[in-house]
């Protein structure tokens, strides 16, 4: 059988069954052609006329693929982001933030420090250090395990010199640091919609997505701490998925700028001090995470 068959093949397996797509792909034949191609550790640009090494073992990801709804990413332990390869098991999301095709657009501006808030697998702080080449780097989570996939990352890219990795909840390892750019992808799905996740996003890990009753709970103490750990010209950028409707009803008098429907900057001028955060934000940014 040749590749491009067993792709074919994958791909009508997948067609036929109720699979959701989110994690690196949007269809059912890039799905297959990233399990065929990357399952038998061949490049995507591969001949597909060449003969599949070993379908049995591709046939049986597929299988897992359909009946345990395992995205793709965690079977093969790889995703890929902004054409870059990152290591990935179930102690660490799997990386598709909007952010990381952003992060070219800042160039512009001087970039020394930066600083990735709740960094999962480390995607955008390896992204951020190849953009930025001169930048220091901080990578915090609070996950011990997503901590673990995040220096695997770092290492991967040969990293370790300029990027951080430290256990922290959200900014309390680097009190007193300021930043340049302060980047984060933070839990943002409400308690409603985490009560009906589809079943691949069952696979990630809770801590990764859950925000609180409206999602908002990690993004109004990254509101509120930001202003003290940004430079006088510092830019917060911050993605919130579909959550921005309730970003403007719990935020609004901040001066927040949408790049994207899913992201939103903010320059530290625009943001209020802790003493003057609007009220619904202050008293609910002292919440912990819940413990998943
Ligand atoms: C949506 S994931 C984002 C991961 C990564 N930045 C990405 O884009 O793939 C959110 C991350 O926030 C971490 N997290 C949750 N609560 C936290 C907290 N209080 N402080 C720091 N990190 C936290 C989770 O462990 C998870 O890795």
């Not at 011990?144 to 991967?156: D, F, M, S, T, Y």
Request: one cysteine or more.
């Amino acid at each position: 059988m040749t590749l491009a068959e067993l792709i074919a093949r994958v791909e009508q397996r997948f067609s036929a069954a109720p699979l959701l797509y989110g994690h690196g792909t949007d269809n059912a034949h890039d799905e297959a052609a990233w399990l065929v191609l990357r399952g038998l550790g061949l490049p995507f640009n591969a001949d597909l006329e060449n003969t599949a090494a070993d379908v049995k073992r591709i046939e049986g990801l597929a299988d897992r693929r359909i009946k345990e709804r395992i995205p793709v990413a965690y079977l093969l332990k790889e995703a890929w982001l902004a054409g870059q390869p990152f290591y990935v098991d179930e102690r660490a999301i799997v990386p598709r933030s909007h952010i990381a095709e952003l992060l070219p657009s800042f160039k512009r501006r001087s970039i020394k420090r930066v600083l990735d808030l709740c960094t999962g697998s480390g995607c955008l702080a390896v992204l951020a250090a190849q953009t930025f080449r001169g930048a220091e780097l901080d990578a915090l989570d609070l996950s011990p395990g997503a901590l673990a996939v995040a220096r695997k990352n770092v290492a991967r890219h040969r990293l370790g010199r300029r990027v951080r990795v430290h256990r922290s909840d959200l900014f309390a390892a680097v009190r007193n640091v300021r930043y340049d750019l302060i980047l984060t992808n933070p839990p943002y799905v409400s308690a409603t919609a985490m009560g009906k996740l589809p079943p691949e996003y069952q696979h990630e890990p809770r801590m990764a997505l859950a925000g609180g009753a409206d999602g908002l709970d990690l993004v109004a103490r990254i509101l509120a701490g930001a202003p003290e750990h940004l430079t006088q010209d510092g830019l917060l950028v911050c993605e919130i998925g579909d959550g921005k409707a309730s970003v403007q009803r719990r935020f609004r008098g901040l001066k927040l700028e949408w790049v994207k429907p899913e992201v939103f900057i903010a320059r530290r001028d625009a943001l209020p001090s802790a003493s003057n955060m609007p009220a619904g934000a202050r008293a609910r940014s002292i919440r912990s995470p819940k413990k998943q």
